[in-house]
């Protein structure tokens, strides 16, 4: 299969930086500073979202005859959750904007390549 341009953008990780840093506080203290409160499982709850949207979207793809490797829902859920986290490291650690960028394209960049592999694209 052809991949995708969606594989070779990087706007996808520029926009998720902006959003965060435009509300650098927010998401610290949601992601980091939430324990004991109703969003102690924010993070959780938004890998669980996006590995529904994604196992959903691959069994879409099977039906119309497009090939796509199996994959176990607790390995994606594992992948999800580590790619997620990995992101987050940059709020977690205060990096400056910049940083923030160059650092979250280095982990778009290590995940893409793996979700090409396992996911079969």
Same mark, same amino acid.
């Given at each position: 299969?052809?991949?995708?341009?969606?594989?070779?953008?990087?706007?996808?990780?520029?926009?998720?930086?902006?959003?965060?840093?435009?509300?650098? %506080?927010? =998401?610290? @203290? +949601?992601?980091?500073?939430?324990?004991? !409160?109703k969003?102690?499982?924010?993070?959780?709850?938004?890998?669980?979202k996006?590995?529904?949207?994604?196992?959903?979207?691959?069994?879409?793809?099977?039906?119309k005859?497009?090939?796509?490797?199996?994959?176990?829902?607790? %390995?994606? =859920?594992? @992948? +999800?959750?580590?790619?997620?986290?990995? !992101?987050?490291?940059?709020?977690?650690?205060?990096?400056?904007?910049?940083?923030?960028?160059?650092?979250?394209?280095?982990?778009?960049?290590?995940?893409?390549?793996?979700?090409?592999?396992?996911?079969?694209?």
């Amino acid at each position: 299969m052809k991949h995708s341009k969606h594989w070779e953008d990087d706007v996808q990780i520029r926009t998720m930086v902006d959003i965060i840093y435009a509300h650098f %506080d927010e =998401h610290k @203290l +949601l992601f980091f500073g939430s324990k004991g !409160t109703k969003y102690e499982d924010f993070l959780h709850d938004i890998v669980v979202k996006v590995q529904t949207y994604t196992l959903n979207f691959m069994q879409e793809l099977k039906e119309k005859g497009v090939p796509v490797n199996d994959v176990d829902e607790k %390995d994606m =859920h594992l @992948l +999800l959750s580590a790619q997620y986290t990995a !992101t987050l490291e940059m709020v977690k650690h205060d990096f400056p904007y910049e940083e923030a960028l160059r650092y979250a394209g280095t982990v778009e960049y290590f995940f893409r390549e793996g979700w090409r592999k396992y996911l079969g694209f």
